[in-house]
């Protein structure tokens, strides 16, 4: 059974940093795309950041400058640097992983960003 786990989240103040780990098991195979979702209270989860299956990037406009996806040199691990966090920053993070027609999520981790 695939599983993907976030660590890293926790509370921070305005213009602090973040950096947010997801990693997966019980699969042999490379996800095609992994990404970062969050989540905030009242409000629809809204993609954060991608690698995308051609291996390039895409942010939300919110985080362009701010924030940084990356891979990790273990097979299906990503990563997200979140610098100058802001209020508005505050939510669950999920870890999200394509694989053909299949998509995984995490469990989430709450970030809380202090005004």
């Known amino acids: 059974q695939v599983q993907l786990v976030e660590s890293g989240g926790g509370l921070v103040q305005a213009g602090g940093s973040l950096r947010l780990s997801c990693a997966a098991s019980?699969?042999?195979?490379?996800?095609?795309?992994m990404a970062w979702y969050r989540q905030a209270p009242g409000k629809q989860r809204e993609l954060v950041a991608a690698f995308t299956s051609d291996g390039s990037t895409n942010y939300a406009d919110s985080v362009k400058g701010r924030f940084t996806i990356s891979r990790g040199n273990a097979k299906n691990t990503v990563y997200l640097q979140m610098n100058r966090l802001k209020p508005e920053d505050t939510a669950v993070y999920y870890c999200?992983?394509?694989?053909?027609?299949?998509?995984?999520w995490g469990q989430g981790t709450q970030v809380t960003v202090s005004s």
């Open positions: 019980g699969t042999i195979f490379r996800f095609n795309a």
């Open positions: 999200n992983a394509l694989y053909g027609i299949s998509r995984y």
